[in-house]
């Protein structure tokens, strides 16, 4: 069965802080991973990563792909308030028809 | 340009009864999905359409809930015989086409089944 975890599960920092939120997976015909920012209700796309070892910026946030070890991580640096959100991580396979299969989410909350 | 639109965005229902829940996606985009969010929960995969191509309806958890796309367009997703756990946010996605293409998602409608 295909699994997709992410870890921790919930985080709480202080504006400046650096974090990093981790998302591993055991799926067959993997193709690419996507992380998601949901604020309320409709998540929005941050990235989308197929090629292991190359990283994807943009601005405060970075992400890359270990498919070695198969796992991304998700980096925000000098957060701010307006980084709170619920962080997703996703799959799509090659087998799927671009259904993504997605984590549980990492709630983080940047306090003031 | 718009975004993908769903409605209602609220929903309460008693169980029992039948409900019909809209999306629009992003004009253009022939890949539709539906997901389900459950309290505490990761989205769920239910369906997707691809052009004219027959749907993939393997996330389904029931016999009843149904799925349809008119004119590559609009879809509306049906449940029948509401029961309470199926009381969650139903997020509409759409992309240019299947494939590894980034998924817009709508605002979801909520779903609270008394």
């Known amino acids: 069965e295909d699994k997709v975890v992410q870890s921790p599960l919930s985080l709480v920092v202080h504006e400046g802080d650096t974090v990093t939120l981790n998302c591993s997976y055991e799926v067959t015909n993997f193709r690419s991973l996507l992380w998601y920012k949901q604020e309320k209700k409709a998540p929005t796309f941050l990235f989308m990563l197929t090629s292991s070892g190359i990283e994807k910026k943009s601005g405060r946030l970075s992400s890359i792909l270990d498919k070695k070890e198969l796992f991304s991580i998700l980096n925000i640096t000098a957060t701010q308030t307006g980084d709170s959100a619920v962080y997703l991580c996703?799959?799509?396979?090659?087998?799927?028809?671009?259904?993504?299969?997605f984590g549980e989410g990492t709630q983080l909350t940047v306090n003031p | 340009g718009a975004g993908v639109s769903q409605s209602p965005s609220n929903k309460v229902t008693e169980k029992g009864k039948d409900v019909e829940l809209r999306c629009d996606p992003i004009s253009g985009h022939t890949a539709l999905y539906w997901y389900r969010q459950s309290l505490g929960q990761g989205l769920e995969f239910l369906i997707y359409f691809q052009g004219n191509s027959a749907p993939d309806k393997s996330g389904l958890p029931s016999d009843r809930f149904s799925a349809e796309r008119t004119g590559g367009s609009v879809s509306t997703l049906t449940i029948q015989r509401t029961q309470q756990e199926d009381s969650a946010v139903y997020l509409c996605?759409?992309?240019?086409?299947?494939?590894?293409?980034?998924?817009?998602f709508g605002p979801g409608t909520r779903l609270t089944v008394t």
């Open positions: 996703a799959v799509i396979k090659e087998t799927s028809g671009s259904r993504l299969t």
């Open positions: 996605a759409s992309s240019p086409q299947v494939g590894p293409y980034e998924q817009y």
